[in-house]
């Protein structure tokens, strides 16, 4: 069976701060996707990794992919408040039939 | 360019009555994904669609859920008879065609079953 884990679960940091977050799965793909989900709304496609060692950077979040080692990392620089949301990672299995991660639940305290 | 329409954003029903859900991709997208999210855990599929034709439904509870994508645009997805288990979020989420990777997502359909 598919796992797709992410770690941590929750995540309380201070602005200003860099941390990481961790996508760990269980099958061969080369595909990766990283997603943001605001409370009450659906989920926003943030960066989508297509290849080993790709590496995509998007303001204070840089993704990179490591099919090897079957991992991914979200990493946040300089934390601000705007970026307290809950992040998926979601990979994918043929035909674009992505498996998600449980999400990791940001919270940026100023 | 419009994004993915779904309807209602709420809905609540008791166990075993029936619910159905809408979902209007964007224009153009050949692939149509329902969704099911409960709360606290990542989205799972439930239905693939490429056109109007059943891509992938392995994780359809079909003996109450059902899904159809008549003309290859919009689609509705039952629930018929509803369990307290099927209270979630349903998302609907769509994609150019088959091996473009990126899916974009409607704001789902909050579903309560008492």
């Known amino acids: 069976e598919l796992k797709v884990e992410q770690n941590p679960l929750f995540l309380s940091m201070q602005e200003g701060k860099n941390y990481t977050i961790y996508c760990n799965y269980s099958?061969?793909?080369?595909?990766l996707y990283w997603y943001r989900q605001d409370p009450g709304k659906s989920l926003e496609s943030l960066f989508v990794?297509?290849?080993?060692?790709a590496v995509k950077q998007e303001g204070r979040l840089m993704a990179s992919l490591d099919t090897k080692a079957r991992l991914s990392t979200l990493h946040i620089t300089a934390a601000v408040h705007d970026l307290s949301a809950t992040y998926f990672c979601?990979?994918?299995?043929?035909?674009?039939?992505?498996?998600f991660g449980t999400g990791t639940r940001l919270t940026i305290i100023p | 360019e419009a994004g993915v329409a779904q309807s209602p954003r709420y809905k609540i029903i008791e166990k075993r009555q029936s619910v159905a859900f809408w979902c209007n991709p964007i224009?153009?997208?050949?692939?149509l994904y329902w969704y099911q999210q409960i709360l606290g855990q990542g989205p799972k599929l439930l239905i693939q669609?490429?056109?109007?034709?059943?891509?992938?439904d392995s994780q359809l509870p079909k003996d109450r859920f059902s899904a159809e994508r008549l003309k290859g645009v919009d689609s509705t997805l039952k629930i018929q008879p509803a369990k307290l288990e099927d209270s979630a979020v349903y998302l609907c989420?769509?994609?150019?065609?088959?091996?473009?990777?990126?899916?974009?997502f409607g704001e789902g359909s909050r579903l309560t079953v008492l």
């Open positions: 989420a769509s994609s150019r065609h088959l091996g473009t990777g990126e899916l974009f």
């Open positions: 669609f490429q056109n109007n034709g059943v891509v992938d």
């Open positions: 099958t061969t793909s080369d595909r």
């Open positions: 224009s153009g997208h050949a692939t």
């Open positions: 990794l297509l290849s080993n060692g």
């Open positions: 979601a990979v994918e299995f043929g035909n674009e039939k992505l498996t």
